[in-house]
């Protein structure tokens, strides 16, 4: 478990849909992507017509699943839910296309992991509200078409470039969405926090929005930690100092770092000189698995500029050296 972790939890789904916008006015920062958005729902609203499929692209926690339930409700329409990993073959896509109502929003969650027949099933719906239900096998195999309502689809993925062309070529609207600058965290965390009933001055939102990594997720969670040690340990006001103790005991730094990073960081600067040194060697340095240093705790370190990933290894910045309080080591040679 991992406070920084950007993934949903079950408390976050347990208090998530309390704490998501309900419209656009209410979604916080992507100005450009509301923007533009707005004039697409608006105008297939005044045409009384539905909504062009959406690809959202984006880290998770980022306000994809929020943004979907939106454009349902926009759009007055019934919205429903799934992911490409829950759907295994083509038949339980067809399965779900063709229990759609008319207008209905289909939200698909990591539109890139759904099988390859799956996904051609996907893009000719897309097009033509139609797909083709094979039954029987072998040479008595027949197509049968089958009709679908209207419907709009909302593909979530981490990166647009995970999917194949033909599918991403059929999404009429495409946004991508950022990290969130401090600021708009602040705003996240102080509606959360009217929300929750939590009394939060100025100086501890911002306290907090600083170490949530640009994510409204972890924004959120965080300030339930922050919470918890207010109410315990102080008079239940947020305040900076409260903060910044309750995120000390979760070892949760400054930046946003967790023991994690810090581990591996600290490992790259005082056992490696600040590399470079190869990702096999510095996850056995550090006791953990290869995978879990580089998808786990490394792009944020990339993203913060305190590490990089060359061809000779991993790379620690100055900033690395400045952030954990060291000085660099004399570079050796002329
Ligand atoms: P994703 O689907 O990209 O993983 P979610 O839509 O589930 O992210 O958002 C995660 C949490 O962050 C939700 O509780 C949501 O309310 C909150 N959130 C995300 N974006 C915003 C935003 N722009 N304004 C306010 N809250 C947000």
Do not use: C
Request: charged share 25%; proline share 6%; glycine share 10%.
């Amino acid at each position: 478990y991992r406070l920084v972790g950007a993934g949903a939890d079950g408390e976050d789904r347990t208090v998530e849909a309390a704490l998501r916008p309900m419209d656009l006015d209410e979604f916080i920062g992507q100005e450009r992507v509301r923007e533009q958005l707005n004039l697409m729902l608006r105008a297939a609203r005044a045409r009384g017509a539905t909504a062009d499929h959406v690809l959202l692209s984006g880290a998770p926690g980022l306000g994809k699943t929020t943004l979907s339930m939106i454009i349902a409700a926009e759009m007055d329409a019934p919205l429903r839910i799934t992911s490409g990993p829950a759907i295994e073959h083509a038949g339980d896509l067809a399965a779900v296309l063709s229990s759609l109502t008319g207008g209905e929003v289909l939200f698909l969650d990591e539109i890139h992991r759904m099988s390859r027949p799956a996904e051609e099933m996907l893009y000719m719906a897309m097009e033509d509200f139609r797909v083709d239900v094979v039954v029987g096998t072998g040479l008595g195999a027949t197509a049968i078409p089958l009709e679908l309502p209207p419907f709009t689809l909302v593909g979530a993925t981490t990166r647009a470039g995970l999917l194949v062309p033909p599918l991403r070529d059929r999404f009429g609207f495409t946004a991508h969405l950022e990290f969130y600058a401090p600021a708009e965290l602040e705003r996240v965390i102080h509606r959360s926090a009217r929300l929750l009933d939590v009394a939060i001055e100025p100086e501890g939102a911002a306290e907090i929005a600083g170490r949530s990594r640009g994510t409204p997720r972890i924004a959120n969670r965080l300030l339930r930690r922050v919470r918890d040690y207010a109410q315990v340990k102080a008079d239940g006001v947020v305040t900076r100092e409260v903060a910044s103790a309750a995120l000390a005991v979760y070892e949760i730094d400054g930046r946003g770092l967790d023991r994690l990073d810090r581990t591996v960081l600290g490992a790259l600067l005082g056992l490696f000189g600040g590399g470079p040194v190869g990702l096999s060697t510095l996850a056995v340095a550090v006791g953990e698995e290869r995978e879990t240093v580089e998808e786990v705790a490394e792009p944020f370190l990339v993203r913060e500029g305190l590490l990089a990933r060359t061809p000779r290894g991993r790379v620690a910045t100055p900033a690395a050296w400045a952030h954990l309080g060291l000085a660099p080591l004399p570079q050796g040679g002329s």
